[in-house]
């Protein structure tokens, strides 16, 4: 039996929302293991007038059948609390717990709902974003963020840096590294052998270095070493006409906007997060906590439903090829 797991995110946001709706749309043959308060869970079903069931466990390896399963960490004070210190230590720990049990294999697949970073670093979270403290949980040095839709795929070569930092990891080494990962992990999960366009980093792909010398210098070359290799690449490609293009499974991009910003353009509604190179399906909505329409029984659902269809299909491929293996 598949087992999904879910973490509440900030509490503050519309994490909690979105789980009540959710729960709707679960597979009667999954059991779905939720990561979060349950008296925060129950007061916003009431406020959107709906009803909270699940049933109280401390470890998924209680979950026996398909269902609904909460575990309840009882950290909140409060029923419903304000983006604050409170709402950061929340998320911070259902995250925590989550990645202990995901990290031990007793859960086959994981959604996170979204964070605020600055309340959950007051409390202690070091870390870029979910992604990256996953990423450690697992002892992974290799990983990706793949944001991923039916319409447009984009895979990033860093996350989330400034400007300055992401050029600074525009290097032939890194970009080699990262599309082979990609390549492999994307063939992996939805048995595509994926042909990638890799972006240009400057205006034209830098017009044969005439506009910067990042395409020629260390673009180009790891092309050229990826294709020597038996890897389906093309560019560098224009970043203004780049996304055009409807022949590549998936587009390569240096920094995090040249990628996010076309991706929620044209996907936002079902975009997906999904963490390449860890050893289960981790997938998360493409948005924020919104905590100015939390608990309002208003923020869509398309993307949080997008990602959990994502990571049931996923997670049965995983469970599947354990059993053959």
């Known amino acids: 039996m598949v087992k999904i797991g879910i973490t509440i995110g900030d509490p503050a946001g519309i994490g909690p929302e979105l789980i009540v709706r959710l729960t709707e749309h679960f597979d009667k043959d999954k059991a779905y293991i939720i990561y979060g308060e349950g008296k925060v869970l129950k007061a916003c079903a009431r406020e959107l007038g709906r009803s909270f069931e699940a049933d109280l466990i401390n470890s998924p390896e209680e979950a026996k059948n398909p269902g609904v399963y909460l575990i309840d960490l009882n950290v909140c004070e409060v029923e419903k609390p304000e983006p604050s210190f409170t709402s950061g230590k929340v998320a911070v720990a259902y995250l925590g717990r989550v990645a202990v049990d995901a990290v031990h294999g007793k859960i ?5 709902m979204p964070i605020n970073k600055f309340w959950a670093r007051l409390v202690g979270f070091s870390y870029e974003g979910q992604t990256e403290f996953l990423v450690q949980a697992f002892g992974v040095r290799k990983y990706a963020m793949l944001m991923y839709s039916e319409k447009i795929k984009v895979a990033l070569l860093s996350t989330h840096l400034s400007l300055k930092e992401a050029i600074e990891k525009v290097t032939k080494q890194n970009i080699v590294s990262k599309v082979k990962l990609i390549a492999e992990e994307y063939e992996r999960w939805f048995g595509v052998n994926s042909t990638i366009g890799i972006l240009g980093l400057n205006p034209h792909a ?3 270095g005439t506009i910067g010398e990042e395409e020629v210098k260390e673009i180009m070359p790891a092309v050229e070493e990826l294709k020597a290799e038996g890897y389906r690449v093309e560019g560098p490609l224009p970043p203004d006409s780049a996304f055009l293009r409807r022949d590549l499974d998936l587009f390569f991009c240096m920094y995090h906007d040249q990628g996010l910003i ?7 509604k079902e975009g997906v997060n999904m ?7 981790r997938t998360s909505p493409d948005h924020g906590t919104a905590y100015d ?3 309002k029984g208003i923020a869509d659902l398309s993307p949080s439903l997008h990602a959990l269809k994502l990571c049931e299909k996923l997670a049965t491929v995983k469970k599947t090829s354990q059993k053959q293996s």
């Open 108 to 112: 086959d697949g994981l959604i996170t």
């Open 206 to 208: 830098g017009e044969g």
């Open 262 to 268: 076309p991706f929620k353009l044209l996907a936002f």
């Open 275 to 281: 963490t390449l190179g860890i050893p289960f399906p």
């Open 293 to 295: 329409i939390a608990w």
